[in-house]
């Protein structure tokens, strides 16, 4: 290691800023890259559901909705009386369970449920004891599982995330190089055309280009840190020049006139202590290599985290999504922003600067869109005055009409002041008369005209225009009989209609404008809601989804969101009242939950109540909900459901004689029926019919009542359509908090166009909640540093240089602590040149005969040659060796060397794996490999406990008709199971040494042989227990268990005929020496050669001494002829076994 001091040799060229537009462009496609990323709920969720459906196939609810519920009681009279549950998620008791919090004591009574917010929950069968253990087996894995999760999104799908980023950074790198010329730009387009260093040096030869990713870092270099960063290098040579480039996405390319210069622009006064600087030069694509150092980068971080560290989930989900997000991979480069952004990061309010990282990111994704319809300048309201505008406009023209010569007069600028009494009718005419008080109230002519008549009281007034007297003809009377014949409550509401409905194509173009806005704004305020805990991430989804169709498949049965008119019903036949422009967003299945009352006229226009109970209840009580909800209805139906009307609707009752009582009605209902059709178009025509007939509903046609409903109802709908600070327009939520400080921020840019100013601004917040703040503030301090200064750059003293020694093309650029396997992986489905070259090293000929395939399961497609295996890919041979990770190929000559991995497609059919694997953490086994052991594991309990079942299914076997042989093979086959599951796992394990799980492999072989042996015995006293057969004899000769010898000699039977001697055999068990059975062989001489025999056969031990003549006495006698078993015994049979004792 070398350490040099930085004096450049040239000055660094000055670097432009890149724009807005381009910084935030590259930004957000990395972030939508990682915006479907998993998060730490979801491998929680994924966790959760693996382990449920191993434990509980048949029952396995769904890890993303099962909860426990656990009952809250409340003492009433004594007694106690159960009010609800708190619901606890699995996947949050798994996340607190991993951050070493303990085990939760639930309160009796408590259960687990498939859904929250089912009105009457249904428990499962599933004790909390086990699920306790489940959890705590769960959380064990959880990191790990989310790092292995993590490259399964990085190198998952076609194209997968790896390759989009790689290709982003080098379609990058292309647009830079635009502004090069001469050998700097031949010098950046050499890496462009051959990204792999040997194809670039076989096409350019030795003096090209040389690309390499520099990491510069502080402490040890083999563990990462957030502040760390990586940039792409590339330098040449043209004979005593030298050309040195240095790339980062987000701040395009500077260009040095050495390497030296350009290693030393990375110190100075950036960094106060000894920094350091190696260089990792890959033998594949540069821009794939660099790619997957940012993933490393990634699961090196993970793997510090620890879990028990943080004081919430939030906080370790937050750090999760942080450490595994784009601001990570963008933290990694500079981009000359973040001074800029660092301002913009003030403006956004504690509860967004401090979200989750999923939630900034959907959020900067909306803003976005925002930004672009700012832009476009598309309004739903194109060419429709607001209200006081309209009104202005109309009183300007009726006062023309009066006399043409009042063109000066600015209507706005008459302002109305009335004086009320504010004494009591008692204080008037009862003694002792107080003195009178009046209150005062002034507002603009405009805003008194659109509450018509009813703003023009006869009470004492002043008029005053533009703060001073008015002319002589301004009188109150004067101005109300304007307001009157304006009649701006009619004629308002027809321009609407006209407008908004009548106009079939002017209709259509609208209501595409009002879903495009809706599509952002009602997202943006779910977010919102979400974000301030205001709306659960269920409900959340749901809002999203209705407006989102294809969102709906990713929801379990019953749960497919739908939105409903609010409507309620006096009886299950009715008719339905429906309530004008509000609607219940909730799930397909009435039964479950959540539901959120939508109201677009409300200032809390999102609502979210757990079940559609708790809905009802909510609107039966007296309070601003129910008044909005009744102020809905129509006139009559109000009637019936005001003044407890939901409870007991108010409706006519038929009574049959007098002494009869009137029913009492039951309850009102909700309505159940969904929007069908386009949902969006509903919403529209709903949102434009209410406001329409708000405005003309007249209980009293120019009652100042009436208008104050317009005005709270109209205005407030209208901040779904109007554009972002088109007129005096409130925004929802943030947008509203935001609008004046985006306007300051936009006047100190000092930009002519406000409204490109001010897209720009919405697109720098949708960067800055993308990138995170935590480090803009200290970059942005160090900004101008070389920017656009021309002089060299001065390193601070003791700031030295440390250079470590390159590292060699093959190895990690993390050393031994890497996470990643580096060799055999592509994101391009090929491997770099050297690898291929290396591949062919492995291959072996092609067999002369195919033998061996296995026809089915996991290795279907592979050859077995006794305990060698064999894979065929791409027409070429392979040994391959199968490990707990998968199939990798071998050396055939040296099996420890070895190859890619072989990926399968289920079908048989084995190819090259290029994905990245993941080494396991601290020298162990990757989650991957953990999960099959795990699982190998599992299977070989199963078995074992089976092995007592098995050996006393033996016995009623023993006792079946089924020849011994036939008994003794069933028992071996089950023997057979237990060795191959032993020698599954040992082959699998064979690289773990100590983690190999070798007690249970003994166990396995013991079961194995326990059964073996059971099978041999069973087939021996299930043979001796039978009618003798040579076969039986062979059999228990092989196995040791008889003897067999002569008993005497011949012996004359033919009862002195002299033509048939017999010689008789005795078949002897060895363990007792008893005689099992007898072997007569007849002669015609006594002195025949042995093997002359004329008949020779097997007898049990009862009928050794019976034969013909005891068969003709039982006849004689009157008796049942026994039968008697003779079992012929062949000339090779009795050689083999008899003639020679």
């Known amino acids: ?172 790198l292309q647009q830079a190089a635009s502004a090069l010329v001469g050998e700097e ?59 040195a480039l240095l790339y980062t996405s987000a701040g395009g390319i500077e260009v040095f006139g050495s390497v030296a210069a350009m290693e030393a622009s990375w110190f100075g006064a950036r960094r106060a202590d000894d920094s350091k600087l190696r260089n990792y030069t890959p033998e594949q694509d540069i821009f794939d290599a660099l790619t997957l150092c940012l993933l490393e980068r990634q699961l090196q971080l993970l793997a510090r985290i620890k879990p028990s560290a943080y004081p919430d989930t939030a906080s370790l989900e937050r750090e999760v999504a942080l450490v595994s997000g784009p601001g990570t991979l963008l933290g990694a480069f500079r981009s000359g922003h973040e001074a800029r952004l660092s301002k913009l ?129 301004m009188t109150y009377e004067y101005l109300r009989d304007l307001t009157s014949r304006a009649d701006i409550g009619q004629h308002y509401p027809e321009l609407l209609q006209r407008k908004l409905l009548n106009d079939p194509l002017d209709a259509a173009r609208r209501q595409q404008h009002f879903a495009d806005r809706l599509a952002i704004l009602l997202p943006l305020q779910a977010l919102e809601l979400k974000i301030k805990k205001n709306l659960t991430d269920m409900a959340y989804r749901f809002v999203v989804a209705v407006l989102r169709p294809t969102l709906s498949a990713g929801f379990a049965a019953g749960h497919k969101p739908v939105i409903r008119p609010l409507a309620f019903l006096t009886d299950a036949q009715a008719t339905p009242n429906v309530v004008a422009d509000m609607f219940v967003i909730g799930p397909e299945d009435v039964s479950l939950g959540p539901h959120v009352l939508y109201r677009p006229a409300s200032s809390t226009p999102l609502m979210e109540f757990a079940s559609r109970a708790a809905l009802f209840d909510a609107i039966k009580q007296a309070g601003a909900l129910q008044d909005s909800v009744l102020a809905g209805l129509e006139p009559s139906a109000r009637r019936v459901y005001a003044n407890g009307g939901f409870q007991e609707p108010h409706i006519g009752r038929v009574l049959l004689s007098d002494a009869t009582a009137p029913r009492t009605p039951e309850p009102a209902l909700l309505g159940r029926e969904p929007l069908q059709g386009d949902i969006v178009g509903a919403l529209y025509k709903a949102c434009a019919q209410a406001l329409i007939e708000q405005a003309k509903r007249a209980s009293v046609s120019d009652s100042q009542a009436r208008w104050d409903r317009f005005m709270q109802f109209g205005w407030v709908a209208f901040n779904l359509l109007l554009p972002l600070l088109d007129g005096p327009v409130m925004m929802i939520g943030f947008l509203a908090q935001l609008t004046e400080q985006l306007d300051e921020f936009v006047d100190s840019e000092g930009v002519e166009d406000s409204g490109e100013a001010l897209a720009a601004a919405l697109m720098g917040l949708a960067l800055v909640l993308v990138q995170g703040g935590a480090r803009l503030g200290a970059i942005s301090r160090l900004e101008a540093l070389a920017m656009f200064e021309h002089e060299a750059l001065v390193v601070l003293p003791g700031n030295a240089i440390i250079k470590e020694p390159a590292l060699p093309a093959s190895a990690s650029p993390y050393g031994a602590k890497a996470r990643l396997v580096y060799g055999w992986s592509s994101p391009r489905t090929h491997f770099s040149a050297p690898e291929l070259a290396r591949l062919d090293t492995f291959q072996l000929a092609a067999p002369s005969t195919l033998q061996g395939r296995v026809v089915s399961g996991e290795y279907q497609g592979l050859y077995q040659r006794g305990s060698l295996w064999f894979a065929q890919v791409e027409g070429k041979w392979y040994r391959v060796s199968r490990r707990l990770e998968g199939v990798v190929i071998i050396d055939a000559a040296h ?158 039977i033919s009862d002195n005929k002299g033509n048939d001697f017999l010689q008789v055999y005795e078949i002897r068990e060895r363990r007792n020496n008893r005689v099992l059975w007898f072997a007569h062989f007849h ?54 076994l008899f003639l020679s004792v």
């Not at 029952?59 to 549950?85: F, N």
């Not at 090209?208 to 040890?220: I, P």
Request: proline share 7%; aromatic share 6%; charged share 25%.
């Open 1 to 172: 290691m070398s350490t040099s001091s930085p004096t450049p040799s040239m000055t660094s060229s000055p670097r432009p800023l890149r724009t807005d537009d381009e910084i935030t462009s590259w930004a957000l496609n990395v972030h939508l890259l990682f915006a479907s990323r998993p998060s730490l709920k979801d491998v929680a969720r994924t966790t959760l559901q693996a382990l449920l459906n191993e434990r509980y196939p048949t029952l396995a609810p769904a890890a993303a909705t099962a909860v426990i519920l656990e009952p809250q009681w409340r003492m009433d009279g004594g007694q106690p009386h159960k009010v609800g549950y708190d619901t606890h998620g699995l996947a949050d008791l798994l996340l607190e369970r991993c951050r070493g919090v303990g085990a939760r004591t639930f309160s009796q009574g408590s259960f687990l449920a498939k859904f929250p917010g089912a009105e009457t929950p249904q428990g499962e069968k599933i004790p909390l004891d086990e699920l306790q253990q489940m959890l705590d087996e769960g959380a064990s894995m959880l990191l790990e599982g989310y790092q292995q999760h993590l490259v399964d999104f990085w190198s998952t799908d076609a194209p997968s995330v790896w390759r989009q980023l790689s290709d982003l950074f080098k379609a990058q």
């Open 1083 to 1136: 002669y015609l001489k006594q002195d025949a050669a042995a093997d002359a025999f004329t008949k020779a056969h097997l007898k049990t031990f009862e009928q050794g001494g019976r034969g013909l003549e005891f068969q003709k006495a039982q006849q004689k006698a009157g008796q049942a002829v026994e039968r008697i078993w003779r079992a012929d015994i062949g000339s090779a049979a009795a050689k083999a």
């Open 895 to 1052: 099996p420890a060397r070895t190859g890619p991995w072989l990926e399968h497609d289920g079908q048989g059919r084995w190819s090259l794996g290029h994905r990245p694997r993941l080494l396991g953490g601290a020298g162990g086994l990757s989650i991957r490999a953990a999960k099959k052991l795990k699982s190998l594991e599992k299977k070989g309990r199963d078995l074992l406990g089976t092995l007592d079942q098995q050996m006393s299914d033996v016995g009623w076997l023993s006792r079946s008709e089924r020849p011994p042989i036939d008994v003794e093979e069933l028992i071996v086959g089950k023997a057979t199971g237990f060795d191959r599951c032993a020698e599954e796992i040992e082959q699998l394990t064979q690289a773990l040494g100590d983690q190999a799980p070798r007690t249970l492999i003994k166990e396995l072989r013991a079961g194995a042989r326990r059964l073996r042996e059971l099978g041999r015995t069973t087939r021996i006293v299930m043979t001796k227990a039978k009618l003798p057969n040579v076969g039986a004899v062979e059999y228990l000769l092989q196995e040791q268990e008889i003897s067999i010898r002569k008993a005497g000699g011949r012996v004359d």
């Open 345 to 473: 990061q003030q403006v956004l309010p504690s509860w967004l600067r401090n979200a989750p990282l999923a939630d900034r990111g959907a959020y900067s994704r909306l803003l976005l869109s925002l930004a672009a319809q700012h832009r476009r300048s598309v309004s739903f309201m194109a060419g429709i005055s607001n209200i006081l505008e309209f009104a202005d406009q109309a009183l300007k023209e009726k006062m023309l009409e009066d006399d043409p010569s009042r063109t000066d007069i600015s209507v706005n600028e008459i302002e109305v002041t009335l004086f009320r009494s504010s004494n009591s009718p008692f204080e008037i005419i009862d003694p002792p008369f107080p003195p009178p008080h009046s209150a005062t109230q002034t507002r603009t002519f405009p805003e008194m005209a659109i509450r018509n008549l009813g703003a023009f009281p006869w009470v004492p007034s002043k008029i005053t225009y533009r703060g001073g007297e008015p002319p002589a003809w």
């Open 185 to 243: 730009l031949a010098t950046v387009q050499a890496v462009l055309d051959y990204p792999e260093p040997a194809r670039r040096q076989r096409a350019l030869g030795q003096g090209t280009t040389r690309a390499y990713v520099t990491f510069v870092y502080e402490g040890d270099s083999n563990v990462p840190h957030p502040g760390d960063v990586l940039v792409l290098a590339m330098s040449r040579r043209l004979g005593e020049r030298e050309i």
